[in-house]
C-alpha cells in the first residue's frame, strides 16, 4: 500500500516536472516565427475587414490550425490587438511586445509579416498602450471569435481540452458543425473524446429537420447517458412542435439519463461517505485507544489533532519562505529553507511523521502532568483535560493568530478523476489509503509487538500485570503516547482537507466520542465499522435532506436511539464485572 | 451525611438572603447616585445574572456533586427556558419592531406575513411560564428515560448529553425552524407591561432571581436530606447495590434529571429579560462545561459550592476578559486544571480544610500531635485517592 502511495507521488512529480516543461516550451514559441505568410495575410485580412466579410474570415481562420492565429484570436476581444498608422500612411495590424522598456513604452509587432513596427528611419517603433486605438468588437464578432477558438481547440494536444471544445461545440447546436466533427472523430484517438464528440454530433441532430435523424439522435443521447444532455432532452419533450415518436423516444432516453444520474449520484455518495468516514476513521483510532483502551476521556483529543495540523502548516512554510509569527508579543520568524518545485512537494512526506511526533510529545507531556493522577478518575479527567483543551486552544490563537490559516496541498494531492462521471478526488482516496493503512499499522501494534502484548495485559487487568513485573506506568504513557501520534497523523490529513484554525478539533470531538462510543469500547474494529458506518449513512441523510445540518442533527439522534437497543456498541467486549 | 442546619447556618443563609433581596435593591433605589452607599443599575444587573448562573449551576451540582451524573447538557435546557421566555418576550414587542409588523422581525425577514401557529399561544404569559418548564422537563424526560432504561452511566452519560446538546445547537442555527437563527431574539421591550429598560423592572427582576435562587437553594437541601436524598447519594456511590437493594435507581435519576432541567428551564427564563438576548451560542457545548467549571471550582457535593463558584468564576471572568483577554480562556483552564488535580473539593473544600488545620492549631499546644504541617501541604496527594 506504501508502494502505491509513494510512486502515485512521484508520478505525481513527473506529470508536474513535464507541465513546467512544456510551458517553458511554450514560452519559446512565442518568440519564434515560423507561421506561413498565407496564413498571417489571413488573419490580417480578418482584422482590417468589416461586417460580414470580417465575420466570415474570422470562421475561416478555424482551419489554420495555427498558433499565432489562436494567441492573436484570444488577445483580440482583450482590446490588445491594435491597428496603426504605419510611417508610409498604411493601416498594419499590430500587437505590442510584453516587454517595456524604461519609458512604459512597448514595441509594436506586425501582425502580417511578423517583424517590428519601424518608423521611418527603419528603427523599431515603441508605443503606450493606452494611445492606441485596438481593434473593435462586438458582440456577434465576439462570439464567431470564440467559436472559431473552439473549432481549433478540437486540434489540441491536450485531450481535456478536445473534449470540453467538443463539448462546448456540441451545446451550440448548429448543425454545420456536424461534419467538422465527424471529421474530427476519424483522426481522435482518445476514447473519452471519442464519446464527447458522439454526444455532441447527436445534440446537434436533435435541430436535424428529419425526424428520423432526430430520434436516432435522441436514442444515441440516451444509451451515452450523459448529464448535460438532460435539459436539451427536457426541451424536446416540453417543445409543443415535437412529434409523439420523438417525445416518446425523448422520454425513453429521459428515464435511462435519470437512471444514470441516480447511480452516479449513489456510488458519488458512498464515495464520500466513505472518504468522510476514514476522516473519522483516522481522527478517533487515537481516541479509540485512549478512551477505549485506556478509559481516559480527553477532551483534549480534538486539540492533539490541531497539533498535528499546525506542525503540517510549520513544515510547509519552513520548506516555502518561512513562518512570521508573534507569540505572546514577541515577534520571531522561522527560516525558510525557499525550495521550490518537487523538493517543496515532499514537504508533506516529512510533515506526517513529525505531526506524529509532536502530538505524541504533547500526549506525553499531558500524561505525565495531569492524567498520570486521573486513572482512577474517568469524569474528573474529562474535565482536567478540558481545562487543558481550553489552554490549549488559546494557546494555538496567540502563536499562529485567530485566523485560520491554509496548508497548500502538494500537487500530487489535489485533483482528481472520474470513473463513469463519478468525481473521485486524489486527497479523499489517499485518505481512504492512509486509514486503512493506520488500522493496519495500529493492529500489527497491538497483537504482534512486545509492547502491543503489555499494552493489552495492562488494560485487561493493571494490577495483575504490575504483580508480573510489568512497568504499567510506562506502558500507559507509551499507549497514551501512540494514541496522541495518531491524534497528530489525523491533523496532518484535516490540513489537507480544510483550513486549519485554533478550534479545528472542537469540530471534530463529538463526532469522535460518537464514533468510539458506536463502535464500542475497546475494540478497534467496531471504531472502524462505526466510522465508516457513520460516514455513509451520514452522506446518504445529507443527500436525502438536502442539508449537512439536518443530516448531522438526525445521525446523532440515530446513535441516541441506537445505544438504547446496543447499550455498550457494536462490539462489546464481554466481561464478567459488573461495573464493567 | 445527616447534617441539620445548623444555627449558624441558618443565620448565614438569613443575612445574606436579606442583603441580596431587601437591602441591595434599596440601595439601588433609594440612595442618591453620588453616595458611597449607591449600588449602580449595571451592578445589580450584573448580580442578577450571576443568580441565575448560580441557580444553573446548583442543578448541575444535584446531577453530578448528588447523584453521580456529569451532564455536559444543563445549559441546554438553560437555554430552552430562556428560548420559551424570549418567545414571549418577541410577541411583546408588538409593532414595535424595525418593520413596524404585528410579528417578529425576524419572521418579516425571512418572508412571513403571518404569525406561524407554534407562535401564536406565546402570546400568553402563562402559557410560556408553562412551557418554560415544560419543553425542558420534557424534552429531558425523553433523553432521561432512554439513556437511564439502558443503564447509560458514567462518562457515557456525559458523551451523550454533550451529543444532544451538540444537535440542539445545530439545530437552533437553522433558520428554517423559525427560532431567530443565528441571531436568536433581541430587542425586547416589554415584560407583563412593564418597560424592561427601566432601572426598576430590572430590579424586579433581580429581585426575581435572587428569591428563585434561594428558593433552589433551601428546596435542594431540604430535597437531599429526605429519603429520596439519601438514595441519590446510594446511587452515586454504588448504583449497582442500590439495584440489589430493590430500588429502581432509573426512576430516581430520571426525577432528579427532569427536577433538575425545569429548574434550569426556569433560571433560563429569569436569565433572558436580564441580559436581553438569546441565540445559540447560549447553548453551545463550551457552556455547559463552563457551568461545570463554576461547581468544580465552587466545591461540587455542596450545595453552596456552586453558587460561590459561579459567582467567584464569572467575577473573575468580567474582570479578566478586561484586563487579559488573550490570557482568560488560560486562566480558566488553567484554574480548573489545578481545581481538579489538587483541590477535588473547590473553594468550599479548601475553607473546610483551613478551618481544620485552625482547629488542629489551636489544639496542638494542649496534646503534643505530631505536626500539622505535613497534613496540610500534600492536601492534593490526600485527597485524590479518597472519592
Known amino acids: 500500500m506504501t508502494m502505491s502511495v509513494f510512486s502515485r507521488g512521484f508520478h505525481g512529480i513527473r506529470q508536474g516536472v513535464a507541465a513546467l516543461l512544456l510551458l517553458f516550451a511554450a514560452t519559446l514559441s512565442v518568440t519564434a516565427q515560423q507561421e506561413s505568410p498565407a496564413t498571417r495575410q489571413m488573419l490580417s485580412k480578418a482584422i482590417t475587414a468589416e461586417g460580414d466579410d470580417q465575420i466570415s474570415a474570422v470562421t475561416a481562420l478555424a482551419n489554420t490550425h495555427s498558433d499565432l492565429v489562436r494567441r492573436v484570436l484570444t488577445a483580440w476581444p482583450l482590446d490588445e490587438v491594435f491597428i496603426i498608422d504605419a510611417a508610409d500612411g498604411s493601416k498594419v495590424p499590430c500587437m505590442l511586445e510584453d516587454a517595456q522598456d524604461a519609458d512604459g513604452k512597448q514595441k509594436a509587432v506586425r501582425i502580417d509579416t511578423g517583424g517590428f513596427l519601424n518608423d521611418a528611419s527603419g528603427k523599431p517603433q515603441a508605443f503606450f498602450a493606452n494611445d492606441l486605438t485596438s481593434v473593435d468588437t462586438d458582440m456577434r464578432l465576439r462570439r464567431a471569435i470564440q467559436d472559431t477558438l473552439d473549432l481549433m481547440a478540437l486540434s489540441d494536444p491536450s485531450a481535456d481540452a478536445r473534449k470540453s471544445a467538443v463539448k462546448k461545440i456540441g451545446m451550440l447546436q448548429k448543425l454545420s458543425y456536424v461534419p467538422v466533427l465527424q471529421a474530427r472523430l476519424t483522426q481522435e484517438t482518445d476514447g473519452d473524446v471519442r464519446t464527447a464528440i458522439a454526444q455532441a454530433v447527436a445534440t446537434m441532430q436533435l435541430k436535424d429537420p428529419n425526424p428520423a435523424v432526430q430520434i436516432a439522435a435522441i436514442q444515441k443521447l440516451g444509451e451515452i447517458s450523459s448529464m448535460d444532455c438532460r435539459d436539451v432532452i427536457q426541451t424536446v419533450i416540453t417543445n409543443p412542435k415535437s412529434s409523439g415518436d420523438e417525445v416518446a423516444a425523448a422520454k425513453k432516453a429521459l428515464a435511462l439519463i435519470d437512471a444514470h444520474i441516480a447511480r452516479v449520484n449513489f456510488f458519488g455518495t458512498i464515495f464520500r461517505g466513505l472518504s468522510y468516514g476514514s476522516i473519522l476513521l483516522v481522527v478517533a483510532i487515537g481516541l479509540a485507544i485512549t478512551f477505549g483502551l485506556m478509559g481516559v476521556i480527553n477532551m483534549a483529543h480534538g486539540e492533539l489533532i490541531a497539533v498535528g495540523a499546525y506542525t503540517c502548516y510549520v513544515v510547509e512554510n519552513i520548506f516555502g519562505s518561512g513562518l512570521p509569527l508573534s507569540p505572546f508579543g514577541f515577534s520571531m520568524r522561522l527560516p525558510g529553507l525557499n525550495f521550490s518545485g518537487w523538493m517543496f512537494q515532499t514537504y508533506f512526506l516529512f510533515a506526517i511523521p513529525l505531526a506524529f511526533l509532536m502530538s505524541a510529545l504533547v500526549g506525553i507531556v499531558l500524561e505525565v502532568c495531569v492524567i498520570r493522577f486521573l486513572y482512577r478518575r474517568p469524569l474528573e479527567s474529562l474535565l482536567a483535560t478540558w481545562g487543558v483543551s481550553l489552554i490549549l486552544q488559546q494557546l494555538f490563537h496567540l502563536v499562529f493568530g485567530a485566523a485560520n490559516v491554509q496548508v497548500n496541498s502538494p500537487v500530487w494531492l489535489s485533483g482528481n478523476f472520474t470513473v463513469h462521471d463519478v468525481t473521485l478526488g486524489y486527497n479523499r482516496l489517499f485518505v481512504i489509503a492512509f486509514a486503512a493503512l493506520i488500522v493496519f499499522a495500529t493492529w500489527l501494534l497491538l497483537t504482534k509487538t512486545p509492547l502491543g502484548l503489555l499494552i493489552r495485559a495492562v488494560m485487561q487487568n493493571r494490577n495483575m500485570a504490575a504483580c508480573m513485573g510489568v512497568r504499567t506506568e510506562r506502558v500507559n504513557m507509551l499507549t497514551f503516547a501512540f494514541g496522541s501520534g495518531l491524534a497528530g497523523l489525523a491533523g496532518a490529513f484535516l490540513s489537507q482537507i480544510g483550513n486549519v484554525g485554533p478550534s479545528l478539533g472542537q469540530n471534530y470531538i463529538v463526532d469522535c466520542f460518537m464514533t468510539v462510543v458506536v463502535g464500542g469500547v475497546g475494540n478497534l474494529f467496531g471504531t472502524v465499522y462505526s466510522a465508516l458506518g457513520i460516514g455513509v449513512v451520514d452522506e446518504i441523510l445529507q443527500q436525502v435532506f438536502g442539508s449537512p445540518v439536518v443530516g448531522k442533527i438526525t445521525i446523532l439522534v440515530c446513535i441516541i436511539v441506537f445505544l438504547q437497543w446496543r447499550p455498550s456498541g457494536l462490539f462489546a467486549t464481554k466481561g464478567r464485572g459488573l461495573e464493567g | ?387
Open chain 2, 1 to 387: 451525611m445527616k447534617r441539620e442546619f445548623s444555627l449558624l447556618e441558618w443565620l448565614t443563609v438569613l443575612v445574606l438572603a436579606v442583603i441580596a433581596i431587601v437591602i441591595v435593591p434599596c440601595l439601588n433605589a433609594f440612595t442618591p447616585e453620588t453616595s458611597a452607599l449607591h449600588i449602580s443599575d449595571f451592578t445589580v444587573n450584573l448580580w442578577g445574572k450571576y443568580f441565575c448562573y448560580g441557580t444553573v449551576a446548583v442543578t448541575v451540582d444535584l446531577l453530578w456533586g448528588y447523584t453521580g451524573l456529569l451532564s455536559l447538557g444543563q445549559r441546554l435546557f438553560f437555554a430552552l427556558g430562556g428560548y420559551m421566555m424570549g418567545m414571549y418576550l418577541m410577541r411583546m414587542i408588538g409593532s414595535l419592531g424595525q418593520y413596524h409588523q404585528p410579528i417578529p422581525d425576524f419572521l418579516v425577514f425571512l418572508g412571513w406575513t403571518r404569525l406561524p401557529t407554534f407562535w401564536q399561544p406565546f402570546s400568553s404569559f402563562p402559557f410560556a411560564m408553562l412551557m418554560v418548564i415544560a419543553l425542558p422537563g420534557l424534552l429531558s424526560f425523553v433523553f432521561g428515560f432512554l439513556a437511564f432504561r439502558s443503564r447509560i452511566r458514567g462518562v457515557y452519560f456525559s458523551i451523550l448529553t454533550q451529543a444532544l446538546t451538540y444537535a440542539a445547537t445545530l439545530l437552533f442555527f437553522r433558520n428554517n425552524i423559525l427560532m431567530g437563527g443565528n441571531n436568536g431574539f433581541t430587542d425586547f421591550k416589554y415584560i407583563l407591561g412593564y418597560d424592561l429598560r427601566h432601572a426598576a423592572t430590572q430590579r424586579g427582576l433581580y429581585i426575581a432571581s435572587a428569591v428563585f435562587l434561594l428558593i433552589v437553594y433551601l428546596g435542594c437541601k431540604r430535597l437531599t436530606q429526605t429519603k429520596l436524598g439519601k438514595v441519590q447519594r446510594a446511587i452515586r456511590d454504588s448504583e449497582n447495590r442500590v439495584l440489589f437493594s430493590g430500588y429502581a435507581a432509573a426512576n430516581f435519576k430520571l426525577f432528579i434529571f427532569v427536577f433538575a432541567s425545569a429548574v434550569a428551564g426556569i433560571a433560563g427564563a429569569l436569565y433572558v429579560p436580564q441580559v436581553g438576548i438569546i441565540n445559540p451560542s447560549e447553548m453551545d457545548t463550551v457552556t455547559s462545561l463552563e457551568t461545570v467549571v463554576w461547581v468544580a471550582v465552587g466545591g461540587r457535593g455542596t450545595l453552596v459550592g456552586p453558587i460561590i463558584g459561579a459567582i467567584f468564576v464569572n467575577a473573575l471572568k468580567s474582570w479578566a476578559t478586561r484586563a487579559y483577554p488573550d490570557y482568560w480562556p488560560i486562566i480558566l483552564g488553567g484554574m480548573f486544571l489545578l481545581v481538579v488535580l489538587f483541590l477535588p473539593r473547590g473553594l468550599v473544600g479548601l475553607a473546610e480544610h483551613c478551618v481544620n488545620i485552625f482547629k488542629k492549631m489551636r489544639k496542638a499546644p494542649q496534646e503534643p500531635q505530631p505536626a500539622p504541617a505535613p497534613d496540610a501541604e500534600p492536601a492534593a496527594v490526600n485527597h485524590a485517592p479518597a472519592k
